[in-house]
């Protein structure tokens, strides 16, 4: 579906081209990065699909990540349903910034970059989900159960999906509207709600039981790297342009494109 979208959409972005945005949208540049990720998602999907379920019998909490242990102990319907509702704020934040664009150029732009996102950040989880198939925290409280088998979504903790879909968009989001718009008011309220709204979805994660503490700081760190990196890819060539990571006033790390 995502792919479907992306081939319509990209015939109105390369006709719009000749107006100035802070993004564009190249033919070879997206061949890669939109290649990627439907490779990604592609390889995630089967991997997911070729997972077998798990024993409960052989899980033991003494094996739990000392500072995650808890969670196993955690299990709360009511923050699942939470958690859900704050990721979806998430997932459509960019939506916000596509459908106001004054330009159909940006319009285009914005859509094609958040679906690339959203291939990767869903395939990334997938193949991690896959890979190492850790048993989720509610899992542990089937030990003692008369029914012992644990079906294939209870061995896919790592890492979390709300968390990393919430934070992909967030970050999108608020990167994308500073770009465009650096001198507004409205850009550090953009990134508070989204931010904090991505970090209740990974706490709400928690004490659901769906996941640990750690398959949540995954899934957050690996959501804001591709929902601000897809953006990045796509910002208006500058023969100047370079990346700087700077600690205090005398030190950092500085790279030339």
């Not at 949208?25 to 439907?38: A, F, H, L, S, Y």
């Not at 644990?150 to 989001?173: P, W």
């Not at 991505?198 to 899934?219: E, I, K």
Request: overall charge neutral; aromatic content about 12%.
């Amino acid at each position: 579906m995502l792919v479907l979208c992306l081939g319509f959409l990209y015939p109105g972005a390369c006709s719009q081209a000749q107006e100035d945005d802070v993004f564009q949208i190249d033919r070879k540049k997206e061949t890669i990065i939109m290649g990627g990720g439907v490779f990604l998602f592609s390889v995630g999907s089967y991997l997911i699909y070729q997972m077998d379920p798990v024993d409960a019998s052989v899980l033991d909490r003494e094996r739990i990540f000392y500072p995650d242990r808890f969670a196993a102990d955690c299990s709360d319907k009511k923050t699942a349903l939470f958690s859900d509702m704050t990721c979806g704020l998430c997932i459509g934040l960019p939506m916000i910034s596509v459908f106001t664009s004054k330009k159909r150029t940006a319009f285009y732009h914005d859509m094609i970059m958040y679906i690339e996102s959203m291939l990767y950040i869903q395939g990334i989880t997938f193949m991690s989900k896959a890979i190492f198939k850790r048993p989720r925290p509610n899992a542990y409280q089937l030990i003692n159960a008369s029914d012992k088998s644990l079906d294939i979504d209870a061995v896919q903790s790592f890492f979390s999906g709300h968390t990393a879909l919430a934070f992909n968009g967030a970050v999108f989001a608020a990167t994308v509207f500073q770009r465009r718009n650096p001198h507004s008011s409205l850009v550090k309220p953009a990134w508070i709600l989204g931010i904090s709204s991505a970090v209740a979805t990974g706490l709400f994660r928690v004490t659901s039981g769906n996941h640990f503490p750690t398959d949540v700081f995954a899934g957050a760190l690996v959501g804001t790297l591709t929902g601000w990196i897809i953006p990045y890819c796509h910002e208006h060539n500058d023969p100047n342009k370079k990346l700087s990571i700077m600690f205090g006033n005398c030190t950092g790390i500085c790279y030339h494109f």
